[in-house]
């Protein structure tokens, strides 16, 4: 299967803007899905396809893509945005792979 | 409202199966996809496979020789085995659903409910 890149640390101020990015070769073929994940807690979907936030998700959540790289945006951080990020996605052979993840913390 | 269950033992012998059963409440298993999922401590998340409802599977490469998911309809569950396990399949695994959306003609695979997860040790 592909494999999907990202950051492994990224900060935010409170209240300001972050990116997160995912790259890989399956992402110019299929949409990137973003999880968050809390310390001792399942994966929580926030964006999946295009730019979709399933019920109960902020609008602060927003996924966006172009080539072989997609991004989630986190617009006015706040305290419990901090988590672990991972994106996911398909491949031709209908595989799946998740990135490494990036941990998120909210100065 | 869906809910998926991990049960199972929580150790296992090296070289020993590992079984692990999810059940769906809420729901019906005849439908959309279903995954095994897991993370071994202080690490990521790792897609093990999944089992669409007509029973075909798709397999993560590198377990692919040791992995088996299957589904019982009558039941509301899907089952992961791995076998001959070692230390490093030692994990928190998680179960999923798995659903299917159109864009423009693409496809979006995307997993919305998930288990609570298992811890499941190997450990002799």
């Known amino acids: 299967s592909s494999d999907l890149t990202q950051d492994p640390a990224v900060s935010v101020a409170l209240g300001q803007t972050v990116g997160i990015t995912c790259q890989g070769d399956?992402?110019?073929?299929?949409?990137a899905n973003w999880y968050q994940q809390k310390p001792g807690q399942a994966p929580l979907l926030v964006i999946y396809g295009k730019n979709n936030r399933p019920s109960g998700i902020p609008d602060r959540f927003s996924g966006s893509s172009s080539g072989n790289t997609a991004s989630l945006t986190v617009t006015g951080a706040q305290a419990e945005d901090e988590a672990d990020y991972y994106c996911n996605s398909r491949d031709n052979s209908g595989t799946e792979v998740f990135g490494g993840g990036t941990k998120l913390t909210v100065l | 409202q869906v809910q998926l269950q991990e049960s199972g033992p929580g150790l296992v012998k090296p070289s020993e199966t590992l079984s692990l059963t999810c059940t769906l409440s809420g729901g019906s298993i005849s439908t959309y996809y279903w995954s095994w999922i897991r993370q071994s401590p202080g690490k990521g998340l790792e897609w093990i496979g999944y089992i669409y409802n007509t029973g075909r599977t798709y397999y993560n490469p590198s377990l692919k020789s040791r992995v088996t998911i299957s589904v019982d309809t009558s039941k509301n569950q899907f089952s992961l085995k791995l076998t001959s396990v070692t230390a490093a399949d030692t994990a928190v695994y998680y179960c999923a659903r798995g659903l299917v959306t159109y864009y423009y003609g693409s496809g979006i695979y995307y997993h919305d409910y998930w288990g609570q997860g298992a811890l499941v040790t190997v450990s002799s």
């Open positions: 399956s992402l110019r073929n299929y949409y």
